[in-house]
């Protein structure tokens, strides 16, 4: 993904970063779960994970919104 986000254009890299979204909060839900869990972690030091594994507003959207005024710039210039 990083090689991707150098390299790509952005009709490659919005759809890839927008799949991801869903597999990201599931890591991070196990990444906040397991310190708690397994070694008394207490909530605030796991807030990152847990602020990463909510379900983004709707990326979809998101996505399509982006790409569409980066479009809007390019055809400007």
Do not use: K
């Amino acid at each position: 993904m990083a090689w991707l986000a150098l390299n790509g254009s952005p009709a490659g890299v919005i759809p890839v970063l927008t799949a991801n979204f869903s597999a990201r909060g599931g890591s991070c839900a196990v990444v906040a779960y397991g310190p708690r869990r397994h070694h008394g972690f207490p909530d605030e030091a796991c807030a990152f994970f847990c602020f990463l594994a909510e379900p983004a507003p709707d990326p979809a959207a998101q996505a399509t919104a982006r790409f569409s005024r980066r479009g809007r710039a390019a055809a400007s210039t």
